[in-house]
């Protein structure tokens, strides 16, 4: 069950509720914007971008702090990218859900030679759960808040939960709240507080469940492309630099079956490496799973 397309469903879903808040903003005039981003293309279903006014809100969900390439990187190459394309205010805030000891999570800024970007982190286990057990739509986070007793902190959520009167809103929130209550919570005691058969019901767990399988069969098939062209690319000019095939390993599915054809026409390795450094100027993003 992927936990990132259900903190990204809860965004895309109630963007509002998002936006009061982390930006204390009571407006409803938000736009839902696409995930992929111009240039080199770069996709991530953790990732939210939300318009508001004249302002975008990115909101970066992550389980675990390991990311290619890191984080912080991340973070400014989508604030590169979005400010190119709709060249307005940006807000980022990057939401760890789950407790770590890496110093990535207390990370606020991208630093390199000529460049310090600054965005907002945010630990769920660290935040106060009483503005999330107030909103339906931030229920499923406030599993995740601080508290002392996080049994009875789950108890709240199922009664919050319950008080909701619209049937389908129900089911899907309580799906939602099983799938991210998984993080800190044994099984036998989500389903002591909540009827599967309500979250098998609901349309967020149908539609959670077939992106999973989706992404797993995505990653299924560019793992066989990637396998079958390193075997070529050994076999025509033997072992490869670890850094080449970092490369080809950050390729999407469109452009190793792109390279599958190119490399028949490469005479020597130096074709490789020119051919990567031409389509690939920037690594392609990967969110955690």
């Not at 965004?11 to 839902?32: C, Q």
């Not at 606020?108 to 600054?118: E, I």
Request: aromatic share 8%; charged share 25%; proline share 5%.
């Amino acid at each position: 069950m992927s936990y990132d397309n259900t903190c990204k469903y809860l965004a895309e879903t109630y963007p509002a509720d998002f936006a009061r808040w982390l930006l204390a903003s009571e407006t409803t005039d938000i736009e839902v914007l696409k995930t992929e981003l111009t240039l080199e293309p770069i996709r991530a279903d953790s990732v939210t971008f939300l318009q508001i006014a004249n302002q975008i809100l990115h909101l970066e969900f992550q389980t675990t702090p390991k990311s290619t390439p890191p984080l912080d990187f991340r973070m400014l190459d989508y604030y590169t990218r979005l400010k190119r394309q709709y060249w307005c205010e940006i807000k980022q805030v990057l939401i760890f859900l789950q407790p770590t000891s890496s110093e990535i999570v207390l990370k606020t800024q991208y630093v390199d030679t000529n460049t310090t970007h600054r965005y907002q982190t945010m630990r769920l286990w660290e935040e106060d759960p009483i503005p999330l057990l107030a909103n339906p739509a931030l229920l499923p986070l406030a599993t995740l808040a601080r508290t002392e007793s996080p049994t009875d902190l789950l108890t709240q959520v199922a009664a919050a939960v319950d008080m909701i009167e619209e049937t389908d809103e129900r089911q899907n929130i309580s799906a939602c709240v099983q799938v991210l209550a998984g993080l800190r919570f044994e099984k036998n005691l989500i389903t002591q507080l909540f009827s599967e058969e309500i979250m098998q019901e609901s349309v967020i767990y149908q539609d959670i469940l077939q992106k999973g399988l989706k992404q797993g069969e995505e990653r299924g098939k560019k793992q066989e492309a990637l396998e079958l062209i390193l075997r070529q690319l050994t076999r025509r000019f033997g072992a490869i630099e670890p850094e080449t095939q970092q490369q080809i390993r950050t390729l999407s599915i469109t452009q190793l079956e792109e390279l599958a054809e190119a490399l028949l026409d490469f005479t020597s390795p130096s074709d490789l490496v020119n051919y990567l450094a031409n389509i690939s100027p920037l690594p392609k993003v990967t969110g955690d799973r």
